[in-house]
């Protein structure tokens, strides 16, 4: 369900492009082992978000050439019949990554590499510069590209084409307010979505000591190619295995669609021993909501996934003992509606061991006023990472119901608040078979619930080996 090759690393989502009848995610990909080396793009393709079918590799390093160490981020677009692939040419000997593009005639079988870089070198004063990201809009091409300034702020730059071919450079679409001792050194990945009279900037952040770090939303307005923040930044995402999404503006409607990266909570032998590393998100709708806030939802066509409705229940429960909903498989959706007991936590807990030994806790909080996703017992094997995490929810403190979706599959979680807030979260259970889902409170007063689930098909993901590049023109 969630998109992945059966083997290998996968990391950041690329390339998202509505072509020909087809979406089209490519990621990036090493098709040599479950470690970040390698880098090449892989690719799936589907008529309908639910139906996945992988293609040949489409860009892959060239010996000696501008990419040698690796086809890095970017994405792609749709014009006059071809596909264009921009993206982030990698080189250990130099510090910057060059923009570049390839094309494909043929859907996204084959693909040529231009011959010369198509921005060779960064602007003056930047430090850091990788990740372009191409749109149209008011008929014109623009690009952001990822950076950081020799004054320690991060950055987003903008470029503007006509042809796709002949860009020129517009200044600093975007900068942040920190220098790197209180901030992000860089900003990777930039996505910008115009949503009528407003705009949506997603920016991850990345920092020399740690490497990727998480993925924040800006919303404000552009002018003269100049955007300017109306709110504070907020995680795009509060969950901690989320980053570096990629944005999609849907055919035929003004709707945006968003995929991310789920990186892996377990120590780097398990992963390789498990051969594989790395998810994508299942792919979400992005709108804003009357206040401006980004709201995101799992994409309408996700509910063709549901199979047997497996449980529905109304009830309560109290401090006395947990109620007990039902079973569902290991890939799951669920809809609820609880009422807080403001007394003390209450929300439900997903049992995955027979002796409940393996759970994972989704709790309301009225003291913090913050629903949790709790993963301390979600595996009895120590290199899996443990931790609590939580979003914000008011309602909690009030005694208000609260709205969720969750959609579980094996080993990913992604919690949807009522209000478009959004916790992605791996753990990874050890038992095998159905797990049970719970309703339990803390307090001394009691929790009311209403909780629907589905056991979701896989849909038509082929999870066979992706092929070997083809086409690769240095």
Same mark, same amino acid.
């Given at each position: 369900?969630?998109?992945?090759? &059966? /083997?290998?690393?996968? =990391?950041?989502?690329?390339?998202? #492009?509505?072509?020909? *009848?087809?979406?089209? #995610?490519?990621?990036?990909? =090493?098709?040599?082992?479950?470690?970040?080396?390698?880098?090449?793009?892989?690719?799936?393709?589907?008529? @309908?978000?639910? =139906?996945?079918?992988?293609?040949? #590799?489409a860009l892959a390093p060239t010996p000696g050439g501008y990419d040698a160490d690796g086809?890095?981020?970017?994405? !792609?677009v749709s014009d006059d019949g071809r596909m264009v692939a921009f993206y982030s040419a990698h080189r250990t000997d130099r510090w910057w990554q060059p923009v570049t593009t390839a094309e494909s005639y043929d859907g996204g079988i084959t693909w040529a590499k231009r011959p010369e870089l198509l921005i060779p070198e960064p602007p003056a004063d930047t430090t850091m510069y990788r990740d372009p990201y191409v749109w149209q809009q008011d008929g014109r091409w623009r690009m952001l590209v990822g950076s950081a300034l020799a004054d320690n702020r991060a950055a987003a730059?903008?470029?503007?084409?006509?042809?796709?071919?002949?860009?020129?450079?517009?200044?600093l679409f975007h900068v942040s307010d920190a220098a790197a001792d209180s901030g992000p050194v860089g900003w990777e990945c930039p996505q910008y979505a115009p949503l009528g009279d407003s705009g949506v900037l997603i920016i991850s952040d990345w920092t020399p000591q740690g490497g990727p770090s998480h993925t924040t939303v800006h919303t404000g307005r552009e002018q003269d190619g100049r955007f300017t923040a109306?709110?504070?930044?907020?995680? $795009?995402?509060? *969950?901690?295995?989320?980053?570096?999404p990629a944005l999609l503006r849907a055919p035929g409607e003004d709707r945006w669609l968003l995929w991310g990266w789920a990186w892996e909570a377990r120590d780097d032998a398990w992963a390789h021993e498990a051969g594989w590393a790395g998810t994508l998100t299942l792919p979400r709708e992005v709108t804003l909501a009357a206040d401006g806030t980004v709201v995101q939802r799992p994409a309408r066509e996700l509910l063709a996934l549901r199979g047997e409705r497996v449980l529905h229940r109304t009830g309560h429960v109290t401090q006395s003992g947990a109620a007990e909903l039902g079973q569902v498989s290991r890939t799951f959706d669920l809809t609820a509606v609880l009422t807080p007991d403001t007394t003390g936590t209450s929300g439900l807990r997903l049992v995955t061991a !027979? @002796? @409940?030994?393996?759970? $994972?806790?989704?709790? +309301?909080?009225?003291?913090? *006023?913050? /629903?949790? %996703?709790?993963?301390?017992?979600?595996?009895?094997?120590?290199?899996?990472?443990?931790?609590?995490? !939580?979003? &914000?929810?008011?309602? !909690?403190?009030?005694?208000?119901? %609260?709205? +969720?979706? %969750?959609?579980?599959?094996?080993?990913?979680?992604?919690?949807?608040?009522?209000d478009g807030r959004v916790l992605t979260l791996r753990f990874y259970p050890l038992a095998e078979g159905p797990w049970r889902l719970q309703a339990r409170t803390t307090g001394t007063g009691s929790s009311d619930f209403t909780v629907e689930a589905w056991n979701l098909t896989p849909g038509g993901i082929r999870q066979e080996p992706l092929l070997a590049s083809q086409g690769q023109d240095a």
């Open positions: 369900m969630h998109l992945r090759p &059966p /083997l290998n690393w996968i =990391n950041d989502p690329n390339g998202l #492009v509505f072509h020909d *009848g087809h979406y089209h #995610v490519f990621f990036q990909y =090493n098709p040599y082992g479950p470690r970040h080396s390698n880098v090449h793009w892989g690719h799936y393709r589907s008529p @309908d978000l639910i =139906n996945w079918e992988p293609l040949p #590799v086809c890095f981020s970017g994405n !792609a730059q903008l470029y503007e084409s006509d042809d796709l071919e002949h860009w020129e450079y517009r200044g109306t709110a504070a930044p907020v995680p $795009l995402d509060h *969950g901690p295995d989320f980053y570096a !027979a @002796d @409940d030994t393996e759970y $994972l806790d989704i709790s +309301l909080d009225p003291t913090t *006023g913050r /629903l949790t %996703v709790d993963r301390s017992h979600a595996s009895l094997d120590a290199r899996a990472r443990g931790g609590s995490y !939580a979003v &914000p929810c008011p309602a !909690a403190t009030t005694g208000t119901p %609260v709205e +969720l979706r %969750v959609i579980v599959d094996r080993s990913i979680a992604e919690v949807y608040l009522g």
